[in-house]
């Protein structure tokens, strides 16, 4: 049958993992199964990949430990932690990472093990642990370097530039991101497989979103369309999400609040269509208070609550703090009760985790509260003040 159909193999790949499983014939379920979990991880059948991804893992326990099953092994793993990330569960990734960078360092594999540091950074930034997350990103674009390939270096450059946007040190982020724009802009024309994002794009749209707390909102939003751009083009759903959650974060923080609307709701359509719950909080973030600035207060918590109990479900300390603070923000407009408390809390937990700027805002949110006069404070890296949206009018800076 695999002779016969041997320039089919791929698009039979879900056929033949199951008669493989079904007979218990492990090492062709280990080959059928790789494939066929990669071919559903292409076409973001996420909770299809993770079955068959799950038989790799178990068939490996049955077949004798030699360079070829670990590489498989590391293969199987890589692959599971996309689908995985992608429904938004980043402590079994982070697993995943962990058992591949194990397996890479007992094969010999430093070039594999640089690479599993880049996916290490990025989801130890989702986490919350900051002070990890750049070290690892530290050491991945060093390593990166060292191989002289343009795409890695982006991967990597994104990895280390998005913890330190989370760490708030805007100018640095700002610096290591632009260091790789342009290879990052060729990048983005082509899909790069390792994940449901394609990094060059993200490291434009991270890009995106610090040019606009540094000011340079013009710059951001031609940036972030230039990545929905690409997005579109390669027909990614997760590029295409993500964009538009950059292009409505600066819509947004340039007043046009309309424009914000119109794109994050389509954002939001499509990432929940395809299952990208990674996205849909960082859209949230900036959909919640667009509607509350249009007068509609309750639908934008009603959507921040959702996707601070989404992010709290699945361990998205980062994305689930700063969509606290959003929401923290919007209550204030309307004095709520027990905002004191809440914005104590929060402050407590960006102090924590590394969360400077949301620490400074938390900051002035509780001097605001007890009724301080709060001026424009330096931010964490020296730069401006971190700009967030008042939901009785304008932009206002947060100390």
């Excluded at 670990?70 to 990330?85: C, H, W």
């Excluded at 397996?103 to 290490?120: F, K, N, S």
Aim: proline share 4%.
């Amino acid at each position: 049958m695999q002779q016969r159909y041997a320039d089919r193999l791929d698009g039979l790949a879900e056929e033949f993992a199951r008669h493989a499983i079904a007979a218990e014939v492990w090492p062709e379920t280990v080959r059928h199964a790789l494939r066929a979990g990669r071919r559903a991880n292409s076409r973001s059948a996420w909770q299809a990949a993770i079955g068959f991804l799950e038989q790799v893992v178990a068939a490996l326990a049955h077949l004798p430990r030699t360079p070829e099953t670990i590489a498989q092994a590391i293969a199987a793993r890589l692959e599971l932690r996309i689908a995985v990330v992608a429904i938004g569960d980043v402590p079994r990734m982070m697993n995943c990472l962990d058992e591949a960078k194990a397996l890479t360092e007992e094969a010999g594999d430093t070039a594999g093990a640089a690479l599993i540091d880049i996916r290490r950074c990025m989801g130890l930034s989702m986490l919350g642990e900051i002070a990890q997350a750049v070290e690892a990103g530290e050491r991945a674009l060093v390593a990166a370097q060292a191989t002289g390939h343009a795409q890695t270096q982006v991967a990597a450059s994104f990895a280390l530039g998005q913890a330190l946007y989370w760490a708030g040190a805007l100018r640095r982020t700002r610096s290591v991101l632009e260091a790789s724009l342009e290879p990052a802009r060729e990048g983005a024309r082509h899909p790069i497989t390792g994940g449901p994002g394609n990094p060059p794009l993200l490291l434009m749209t991270c890009l995106a979103r610090t040019l606009c707390l540094l000011g340079d909102k013009p710059r951001a939003l031609a940036l972030a369309h230039e990545a929905g751009h690409h997005g579109a083009a390669l027909q990614r759903s997760f590029d295409r999400a993500e964009a538009a959650a950059a292009i409505g974060t600066v819509e947004l923080a340039s007043g046009r609040v309309d424009a914000a609307i119109a794109v994050l709701e389509a954002g939001l359509e499509l990432a929940r269509a395809n299952e990208h719950w990674l996205v849909v909080p960082m859209i949230a973030l900036a959909l919640g208070p667009a509607y509350a600035a249009a007068g509609d207060w309750t639908r934008g918590a009603a959507l921040l609550e959702q996707a601070i109990r989404r992010c709290a479900r699945h361990g998205l300390v980062t994305m689930g703090a700063q969509c606290r603070f959003s929401l923290l923000s919007m209550h204030e407009s309307v004095s709520s009760p027990g905002l004191h408390e809440a914005a104590a809390d929060l402050h407590g937990l960006a102090r924590r985790h590394g969360f400077r700027f949301l620490e400074e805002q938390a900051r002035g949110l509780l001097r605001r509260l007890s009724g301080e006069l709060v001026t424009s404070a330096p931010h964490a890296d020296g730069g401006c003040g971190h700009v967030t949206l008042s939901w009785t009018g304008g932009p206002r800076e947060v100390g």
